[in-house]
């Protein structure tokens, strides 16, 4: 179909005369698709630059104003056997790589500070043991200092600031005690160094922050590529829309509709926007908003919802974005209100540096005034609290939890799970309640042939080639079925009936009973539908239907092993709910929930001290996930309830959700012996330093030691099962 | 020992040398797409195609 398409809502000017565009592509599978695609785009008349991106699969297009018209690209890529979705830039994700930039320069300068720092000092502790001259020291120590006042108030900028917010809030952060220490640690060691003394401390602050730094990147540099396999997803996920122009119709995204504008919805599209529809009759399935699977007839007046499929005949229609949808509205005034309760949960880390920075304080505290009491020097206990504060300083505990966050993401993602949520990990591991959603997370996105065993499959076969000609959402469901991807030649459709061809000489019919001169099908179970066939003198009636994940009954069976208590909220019908909790052997199930009921029963849960991990698909879900402790959706889910969710789970099968609690679990159980081995360390450390006996080489290696421990341990979460 | 007093400073200046050269790498954005750069170093786009591909 010849459509105009209407790409200038993505086309950006970069500032010399030319226009830029970002395009997520599908379809590169190999290093040579580099090269192909970016000479097939140059060639095109005007283009200034092209530039693919292999690793998160994106493309830059610059061209000149005027020269081409974008949609002659993505055209261009078709023409070379990709597809191309063209997105705006997130703006969180240009902040993310800003950030991303300023964590890996700190880095830079933080490991050059600490490898040059550590040089000199391991030369002062060999030279203390023998015979360095105190010149020579005091030279090295002025050296030291040279590199690490500069290097740390460089590369210790995102702790201060973190510390200093924290601070300014009244709460105390784990950055705090970094930050003290850091400080203290250089304050200490300039003024030793100005005495003369035998030992400085600008190793243990500098090796300190590079340390930090490495566990926030790694955290970073993950969020980051999860963030952009997301994106490229949203991207091949965004409709388009046939707008009317005058008499023309003019396809554009659907991010760039405006109210009021009069647009096309064909049958087995998704109505782009809410509105209110101008002409036609059709069904609506709008199991995406209600979950309800039963269809709804529409005609002139009726107000249809934004992701809802059209199932029988176009329909024009009307948008009305500035007077949004009742159950829209509904369901942003439940999300907000869910969302505002659940910021009260409170992270592990966060949890950990409460109970842990005032311990580190009140411990240098009491060692200077214990070494004071007991008639020390003022300048010996400070510095032997200054010392406390060093060893205390919380460079394993820091580590202990993005760490093995890093991993477990790590490890989500190789197994189809993309996290939405920093902190989403932990409180995966935390659930002990399954609740799924029917219509879309139990079942699949979209209906499937039921019983195809039954069927002649020679016959279905034909029937599901048959069906390829055809855009019907029953045609579609069943051409899935077909194994080749080819349709017949010449294939005759009647609109609102049927497709029929001529195979072999005999004619093939596939569409409504009447069409194929049925008597019409007796209704079968609640949500079926049939569709007929008939090849000369043999007939199947193929009945299509929401079906169930291919493991499903499995990963239901495997979630119960692990001692999770199971339900199932949906917003279906009982009689259709039912079925489905009886295939899974789940009892506890309700159907015809309005989204607050939804969010009653999950409260209710709650309040018996349950924590609830909801997954869920339907915009009709996306409060009850906000509501939730934890929530997972499928990535076919409405783009409002994947927002929401703490993390997407990719692919048809259902066991994902199975790994990500697998995973989650076992990610906290490593962050807790993370977070002990910490403490033990600090209590086999902590006497030491309190009794004065801490020098700079003990110092240096307990760090780099405990460090290496946890971020060791954090490894062992990224193992197979 | 007075060497030291040359020697550390100039060890210094080409450990700043390679920072720079790191920080340089990361401004003009050759970290962005690192599985990328692995394969472009394959592709033959400096040989003259003997006619333009299809």
Known sequence: MPEAVDLSLFARPSGDGTLGMDLAVEGIACGACIGRIESAVKRLPGVTEARLNFTNRRLHVNWTDGAIAPAQILQTLEEAGYHGYPFAPLRAEEEEATEARRLTRSLAVAGFAAMNIMLLSVSVWAGNATDITPETRDFFHWASALIALPAAAYAGRPFFSNAWQALRAGALNMDVPISLGVILALGMSAVETANHARDAYYDSAVMLLFFLLVGRALDHAMRRKTRAVAGNLAALKAETAHRFTGDELISVPAAGLHAGDRLLVKPGERVPADGSVLGGVSELDESLITGETARRKVGAGATIYAGSMNYSGALTMRVTAADRATLLDEIERLLEKAASAKSHAMRLADRAARFYAPMVHLTAALTFVGWWLAGASLHDAVVTAIAVLIITCPCALALAIPAVQVVASGALFRAGVILNAGDAIERLGEADTVIFDKTGTLTLPEPRVVYAAAIDPELLQMAARLALSSRHPLAVALARESASYIPYDVVTEEPGQGVRATLGGIQARLGSAAFCGFAPAAAGEPGESHICFVYGSRAATIAISQKLRPDAVEVVQALRGRGLDLHILSGDRADAVRPVAERLGITQWLGELKPAEKIARIEALKAQGRRVLMVGDGLNDAPALAAAHVSLSPIAAADVTRAQADAVFLGERLAPVLDAIRIASRARVLMKENLWFAAIYNMIAVPIAIAGAITPLIAALAMSGSSMMVTLNALRGGKAS | ?54
């Open chain 2, 1 to 54: 020992m007075n060497v030291l007093v040359y020697l550390i400073p100039m060890a210094l200046g080409l450990g700043l040398l390679g920072l720079f050269g790191f920080l340089w790498a990361l401004r003009s954005g050759q970290y962005s797409d690192v599985d990328g750069a692995a394969l472009r170093v394959l592709s033959d786009d400096d040989i003259e195609p003997p006619k333009p591909a299809p």
